[in-house]
């Protein structure tokens, strides 16, 4: 089934671009366009869709503000000409942000994120190996294989996702809390206030620490409990 999608500008020669753009894709059905984000702003709270492309400057209310108001938010993919509108973008957790003019090969990834993520969210049980979670990092959704992940440090407000053969870490703001209940119990545990572990890369535990691929990390006291649950390892 096609995804629902509405776009909201003030510019009538932005809309014709998204709408073109748009039609390039049979994944994806543009039920409405506006020009005025009010209205635009209206048709949402009346009625549900699965993707917003929604220009952030506009005179009545900007498109953070918009998304802001809405109780449940669709995917959200921010289109403007300006860059200081960035952060707003990643506070909100937007699928991407493009910058006008659009090209349509960005524009192109920046669906491609949004059907992906919608397949991930609406997934039944699948092969464990291809089990992933999504994280917003850099201003977009970054999609992470969990097999690939070896340990999760807490910065603060801030994770650190540190992966295996990648050069570094995945920064992302969230809270630990938050991140474990993505994570499958039976392949994550936490070791420390600040750690997080896959299970299926330690090496070995030994003086109160864990060994890893290519970490050694200490285990806090209130943990200590994990020592005693693998010492099948």
Do not use: W
Request: with cysteine.
């Amino acid at each position: 089934m096609a995804l629902k999608c509405v776009a909201i500008d003030d510019e009538p020669l932005a809309l014709e671009l998204i709408k073109n753009y748009v039609s390039r894709f049979p994944g994806l059905q543009l039920v409405q366009v506006f020009e005025d984000a009010l209205s635009g702003a209206e048709y949402l709270k009346q009625n549900p869709v699965d993707l917003l492309f929604v220009d952030v400057n506009m005179p009545d209310i900007t498109g953070v503000e918009l998304v802001r108001s809405l109780v449940n938010s669709p995917m959200i993919i921010f289109t403007t000409a300006y860059r200081n509108y960035a952060f707003e973008s990643y506070e909100l957790q937007a699928i991407d942000y493009l910058l006008k003019p659009i090209d349509f090969n960005r524009f192109t990834a920046a669906v491609e994120k949004a059907v992906d993520f919608h397949k991930y969210k609406n997934a039944t049980q699948e092969n464990t190996s291809d089990e992933s979670i999504y994280v917003y990092s850099e201003y977009k959704m970054i999609k992470i294989l969990l097999r690939d992940i070896e340990y999760i440090e807490s910065m603060g407000d801030y994770l650190k996702i540190y992966l295996c053969n990648a050069d570094k870490p995945v920064l992302t703001l969230i809270t630990m809390k938050k991140v474990l209940e993505k994570l499958p119990e039976d392949q994550f545990a936490r070791v420390h206030r600040s750690f997080i572990v896959a299970l299926t890369k330690i090496k070995s535990i030994h003086n109160r620490k864990v060994n890893l691929t290519n970490a050694e990390l200490p285990i806090g006291d209130a943990y200590s409990g994990f020592i005693n649950q693998q010492k099948g390892i």
